[in-house]
Nanobody, 113 residues
Framework: QVQLVESGGGLVQAGGSLRLSCAAS????????LGWYRQPPGKPRDLVAIISRRNETEYSDSVKGRFTISRDNAFRAVYLQMNNLNPEDTAVYYCAANFGQYRGQGTQVTVSS
């Protein structure tokens, strides 16, 4: 089992920045990839960014060039630096391991115009 706990969400004005953090615990060795998903109000959950143990990263087209995913060496934490935020980024952001096999409770990000 893997436990994931997010932090760092909040309210920010358009053009601002936020940094999300996710702490992983439990069976860390079973984690091959850590990532962030988000679910805007009334919409399905979508992948935002993902990073593998080999530091390979993928981003959704909507956040490329604005968001950066990173992790610590032990793969016990993953971060999402979000810059130049816009109201369309408003969503609940979830940390996930292994493409959603494990998921945190989520943290709200609200971007005001």
């Amino acid at each position: 089992q893997v436990q994931l706990v997010e932090s760092g969400g909040g309210l920010v004005q358009a053009g601002g920045s936020l940094r999300l953090s996710c702490a992983a615990s439990g069976n860390i060795r079973s984690i091959g990839a850590l990532g962030w998903y988000r679910q805007p109000p009334g919409k399905p959950r979508d992948l935002v960014a993902i990073i593998s143990r080999r530091n390979e990263t993928e981003y959704s087209d909507s956040v490329k060039g604005r968001f950066t995913i990173s992790r610590d060496n032990a793969f016990r934490a993953v971060y999402l630096q979000m810059n130049n935020l816009n109201p369309e980024d408003t969503a609940v952001y979830y940390c996930a391991a292994n493409f959603g096999q494990y998921r945190g409770q989520g943290t709200q990000v609200t971007v005001s115009s």
